[in-house]
């Protein structure tokens, strides 16, 4: 089998920044498998912010492992994944990169602003709209040794997906 094109990709940024959307795009495009996050979340997770409470590092950390396993797993199979994930802190990507050194994280940014419009214009099943507060807190910039691509989420998902194209064609 061929080596892969591209190695693993967390697909990352607040709640309603677009992973999901913009992970199954650019999977689909690059031959890869998709894989959000969210459905990795155990249901203690999912109670705790359906109830409007911000998950914290002891809750984040099992399905952190999850999702590195995940990462390491598929591109030990030569498929390398697309997952969403917030990984909102620099600890949590580390926590990801140990399971898969080789991972590239997609950021998508917005404002504040336009993250909120999105999530008053949609209905999740455990993220309720006031949890976007906590997560931008909560948000570390990405380090200038991250292996990483930045994307600002006012482009349309097709126009990010071909941005984050052509940036991993250079990378």
């Keep these: 089998m061929n080596s892969p094109a591209y190695p693993p990709m967390i697909v990352m940024g607040v709640s309603g920044s677009g992973k999901s959307t ?16 969210d459905d990795l979340h155990p249901t203690s997770n999912k109670e705790k912010m359906a109830a409007g409470h911000p998950l914290n590092d002891v809750d984040r950390t099992p ?8 990462l390491s ?3 030990q ?8 994930c ?15 050194p080789s991972t590239i994280f997609i950021h998508l940014r917005g404002t504040a602003d336009l993250i909120q419009h999105r999530l008053d214009e949609r209905s999740h099943e455990y993220m309720p709209p006031t949890l976007l ?3 931008l807190t909560t948000l570390e910039a990405l380090g200038s040794d991250e292996a990483a691509i930045e994307v600002n989420v006012s482009l349309s998902p097709e126009d990010i997906v071909t941005q984050v194209a052509t940036e991993l064609s250079t990378m």
């Design 77 to 84: 199979a030569g498929a390398p994944a697309i997952i969403a």
């Design 22 to 37: 913009v992970g199954r795009l650019l999977a689909e495009k690059l031959g890869s498998v998709f894989i959000d996050g």
């Design 86 to 100: 917030s990984a909102l802190k620099r600890s949590y990507r580390d926590l990801l990169r140990g399971h898969e």
């Design 133 to 135: 507060t906590s997560q």
């Design 73 to 75: 797993r598929s591109a």
């Design 63 to 70: 399905w952190l492992a999850i999702i590195g396993d995940e």
